[in-house]
């Protein structure tokens, strides 16, 4: 795979995360947003808060500084003080902002380039699949809880139970994508 593929394929993945969170968190209260099953359980808003508080340490001077940054307070990231859902999403969106600034500023050429997360050197493309990893298992468990709190109200997110040769026999008479998420995120 070429350096510029990869970096189109990567930003794409980081997109179709973004719009999996948005869409999940927008199917909730705010209720069941701050609703922790008990204390070694995160909320939805203490996984909101630590994916940005992720985002915003690696990806601030994502070239030029430790990714693990000294601003940053991990361990506070799991501890839920009262803040308006609102500002939290503010927050959300700075967050994803600033990585897909990043993102849209690296080269091929810089995939081989060497950054530090916590001391550790890494290059940058693999600093990305990290981070990829890391936020889609975050997204996932937002998924997964929103989905439980929805149940039956549940409007799915890609393709829905049931239906899934309809979507591939629209899918296949459709133009092909570019990406495979081009098609799950295609508005009807």
């Not at 890609?158 to 309809?166: A, E, F, H, L, M």
């Amino acid at each position: 795979m070429n350096g510029e593929r990869f970096l189109t394929d990567i930003i794409k993945q980081f997109r179709y995360y973004k719009i999996l969170g948005d869409k999940a968190l927008a199917q909730v209260t705010d209720e069941e947003f701050y609703f922790r099953e008990h204390d070694d359980l995160n909320s939805l808003a203490i996984i909101v808060k630590h994916i940005c508080g992720n985002l915003l340490s690696r990806f601030t001077q994502f070239k030029t500084t430790d990714g693990e940054k000294a601003w940053r307070r991990r361990e506070e990231e799991f501890t839920l003080h009262p803040t308006v859902r609102s500002d939290m999403m503010e927050i959300w969106d700075k967050a994803w902002t600033v990585l897909f600034n990043e993102l849209d500023d690296l080269r091929a050429d810089d995939l081989d380039e060497t950054i530090i997360i916590r001391t550790q050197p890494h290059n940058i493309s693999t600093a990305l699949i990290r981070a990829l990893a890391h936020i889609s298992n975050h997204i996932g468990q937002i998924v997964l809880l929103a989905k439980t709190f929805r149940k039956d109200e549940w409007e799915s997110l890609s393709i829905p139970k049931g239906q899934s040769d309809s979507f591939n026999k629209k899918a296949t008479a459709s133009t092909k994508p570019d990406h495979y998420t081009d098609v799950l995120l295609k508005e009807d």
